[in-house]
Nanobody
Framework: QVQLVESGGGLVQPGGSLRLSCTAV?????????MAWYRQTPGKQRELVAS???????NYGDSVKGRFTISMDNAKTTANLQMNSLKPEDTAVYHC?????????WGQGTQVTVSS
């Protein structure tokens, strides 16, 4: 079993920045295949924001390319999402996701609100 611990959400003005962190916690982690951030707003499907494999390969949603950067720590258990030039349309609940030998897991989500 893997628990994903998320942090870093909050309220920010348009044009501002936030950094989200997600740490995979388990009694016996041996490998995380990849970690990702998704976001969801009421009435819409959950969409991919960014993902990173344990080899460092990254993928971004079209709406965040050039503004968001995902990274992974050396232990391959924490994924950070640096969000710059935030827009009101980035407002959503952001969920961390990972795949491991034990299966796929989701975090509970952290609210990001971009508003003046």
């Amino acid at each position: 079993q893997v628990q994903l611990v998320e942090s870093g959400g909050g309220l920010v003005q348009p044009g501002g920045s936030l950094r989200l962190s997600c740490t995979a916690v388990s009694e016996s982690i041996t490998m995380i295949y990849f970690m990702a951030w998704y976001r969801q707003t009421p009435g819409k499907q959950r969409e991919l924001v960014a993902s990173i494999g344990n080899g460092g390969s990254t993928n971004y949603g079209d709406s965040v390319k050039g503004r968001f950067t995902i990274s992974m720590d050396n232990a391959k258990t924490t994924a950070n999402l640096q969000m710059n030039s935030l827009k009101p349309e980035d407002t959503a609940v952001y969920h961390c996701h990972c795949a491991s030998p034990w299966g796929a897991f989701w975090g509970q989500g952290t609210q990001v609100t971009v508003s003046s």
